[in-house]
């Protein structure tokens, strides 16, 4: 056994926790070896004084309690008090929701209202231009006939095919 | 393991019935975890006065671990020792708050730093002109105390427990999630810090 084995093995024998196997081995060597023998000594009284530390709380037991009990229920109130803005955050997504539905039903009613009133808007336009088709002679075109509202012109539209979007399709 | 530590007492001495407390306190009874916490409060102290080695930080220290007792105890599971999940809670608070410490203290002035460590370590002129045996005997004590800072809170915990508590390198064990292994190491090499910091007092 060399000496730092003999420091470790006496470390674990201070403290309860060598074999007997082990520790008549140490026994052994530290006949021999009195100055680590004197180390044992020297830990044996650091330990002595580790457990004459002041350790006296600064309150008694009871006052101490009285604080504890104080902090346990000032956590209460702030873990209450913390589940009002959740409770408010839920409320304003709901109020959210709510109004995103009122304002798409109000633009609903909206189209629909400038629509019977008569007022251009795309529903409106829908119901009250007559759109007309009509055969051309041009190749490939197609024309659409209407009467604009505003200026009361007949529009007559002639769509050219693309012969490039033509070549396309050929590929 | 200290009988202080499994079978503690209150205010008269007697013994409390440990599981029977913890298991209303489970259930929200205030009172029972009342009796338990003055039981086990100059222990919890104690052991967390070793660690951050200063009674105004231990105590405002034990107050937080006893609340955090308290709002976590729906969490042992009564397969160990109250004791030992007790002590880990201490254990673990108290190293939180050694970090967090330190990390204050690095972004403070790092030469603000160095005087108080001056003045830790360094004896007071007027004791070592002293010859009586009290100067003497302050002297030893602040080189002791200074000595025990010195360890690392990890070394120092595992010491305590070990020479205060009187508790098992099993039960450190388990109190710190370490191995028995290391909580052997840990004490051997405390142990030999202190006596080469201690050596000129000797």
Known sequence: ?171 | MTPAASNPVNADGEPIPVPLLVQKARSGDEAAFGELMQAYYPRVYGMLLGMVRNPDDARDLSQQVWVKVWKKLDTFKGDADFYTWLYRVAHFSALDAIRKQKRRREVDLLDALEPNRDADVAVPPSLTSRPDDQARATEIDVAFQTALEQLSPEHRTALMLREVEGLSYDEIARITKSRRGTIMSRIFYARKSMQQLLKEYR
Request: aromatic share 6%; with cysteine.
């Open chain 1, 1 to 171: 056994m060399n000496r730092r084995t003999a420091e470790r093995w006496m470390s674990m024998a201070m403290d309860g926790e060598l074999s007997p196997r082990c520790q008549e081995r140490l026994d052994a060597y530290l006949k021999a070896h009195p100055d680590v023998q004197q180390i044992r000594d020297e830990w044996g009284h650091l330990g002595a004084q580790l457990r004459q530390l002041p350790v006296t709380p600064p309150q008694t037991p009871a006052a101490a309690w009285q604080d504890v009990q104080r902090a346990i229920r000032v956590g209460q109130s702030e873990h209450t008090s913390d589940s009002v803005p959740t409770r408010h955050f839920a409320l304003g997504w709901a109020s959210a929701t709510v109004a995103v539905i009122l304002m798409l039903a109000g633009a609903g009613v909206w189209l629909v209202g400038l629509g019977n009133r008569g007022m251009p808007g795309p529903i409106a336009l829908a119901d009250r231009t007559q759109v007309e088709w009509i055969e051309t002679d041009v190749p490939d075109a197609m024309s659409m006939v209407y009467e604009d509202e505003t200026t009361g012109l007949t529009v007559i539209w002639v769509m050219m095919a693309d012969p490039d979007q033509e070549n396309d399709y050929a590929g």
